[in-house]
T-cell receptor, first 117, second 111 residues
Framework: GAVVSQHPSRVICKSGTSVKIECRSL??????MFWYRQFPKKSLMLMAT?????????EQGVEKDKFLINHASLTLSTLTVTSAHPEDSSFYIC?????????????FGSGTRLTVV | GNSVTQMEGPVTLSEEAFLTINCTYT??????LFWYVQYPGEGLQLLLK???ADDKGSNKGFEATYRKETTSFHLEKGSVQVSDSAVYFC??????????WGAGTKLIIKP
C-alpha cells in the first residue's frame, strides 16, 4: 500500500534554531499534503495544506513565517520550524493525498516529536 | 460547520471486554467517515472507513457502521486485547477532502 516516510522521528533543538521536517510519499504521487500538529491530550490540528508547485494554505492562527512549508515535488513536502521556541514543542504529522484527491490516498507519516530546549 | 464529537477518555477495560467508543458528527452533505488509531509513540494509522450511509467498516476485529439517521459512527469490538491500547480518533472528510477530527479517546486495556 501507499507509504509516507516522515523524517526525523524525534528531534531536540535549542531555542532560536530552525528545524526541518521532511515528508515523502514513497510509491505514489502526492499532489496535496497536509501538516498537522498534535497537542498533548488534544486532537490533531491542521496547520496547512500544501499543493505541489504552489504556496501552502495556512489555517487561521498559524504563522506562515514561522512554519515554512515547501512542496517542491510530487513526492516531497517539508515543514521548517524557524526560530523555534519551547512552545513549539509538539508532535507534527504529515499526510499525503494521491493525485486523485480521493480519501483512498490519505496516508500518514509516522510523526515527528519536536522538543525545543 | 462540520464537526466531530467523540466520547472523552480514558476508557479503561479488562481484556476480553466489549468495547464501544461513541462518535457523532455534524456535516452538510454526505461525508466519508473514518476511525484512525495511534499506538504509543507512533503516527496515525487508518483503522477503518465508511463512505456512505449504512456502510460498515471493519478491520482487526473493530467495526463501525455509518448511521445517517443518528449521525453516528460508533467504534465497536467484541473482545479487546492489551495490544488494542491506543488513542482512537474519529474523523470525517469534508467536501474539500480535508479531515475534521474528533478529540481522540485513549483506550487502556488491563490484563
Amino acid at each position: 500500500g501507499a507509504v509516507v516516510s516522515q523524517h526525523p522521528s524525534r528531534v531536540i533543538c535549542k531555542s532560536g534554531t530552525s528545524v526541518k521536517i521532511e515528508c515523502r510519499s514513497l510509491d505514489f504521487q502526492a499532489t496535496t499534503m497536509f501538516w498537522y500538529r498534535q497537542f498533548p491530550k488534544k486532537s490533531l490540528m491542521l496547520m496547512a495544506t500544501s499543493n505541489e508547485g504552489s504556496k501552502a494554505t495556512y489555517e487561521q492562527g498559524v504563522e506562515k513565517d514561522k512554519f515554512l512549508i515547501n512542496h517542491a515535488s510530487l513526492t516531497l513536502s517539508t515543514l521548517t520550524v524557524t526560530s523555534a521556541h519551547p512552545e513549539d514543542s509538539s508532535f507534527y504529522i504529515c499526510s499525503a493525498a494521491e493525485a486523485s484527491g480521493r480519501f483512498y490516498g490519505y496516508t500518514f507519516g509516522s510523526g515527528t516529536r519536536l522538543t525545543v530546549v | 460547520g462540520n464537526s466531530v464529537t467523540q466520547m472523552e477518555g480514558p476508557v479503561t477495560l479488562s481484556e476480553e471486554a466489549f468495547l464501544t467508543i461513541n462518535c457523532t458528527y455534524t456535516a452538510t452533505g454526505y461525508p466519508s467517515l473514518f476511525w484512525y488509531v495511534q499506538y504509543p509513540g507512533e503516527g496515525l494509522q487508518l483503522l477503518l472507513k465508511a463512505t456512505k450511509a449504512d456502510d460498515k467498516g471493519s478491520n482487526k476485529g473493530f467495526e463501525a457502521t455509518y448511521r445517517k439517521e443518528t449521525t453516528s459512527f460508533h467504534l465497536e469490538k467484541g473482545s479487546v486485547q492489551v495490544s488494542d491500547s491506543a488513542v482512537y480518533f474519529c474523523a470525517l472528510q469534508d467536501s474539500n477532502y480535508q479531515l475534521i477530527w474528533g478529540a481522540g479517546t485513549k483506550l487502556i486495556i488491563k490484563p
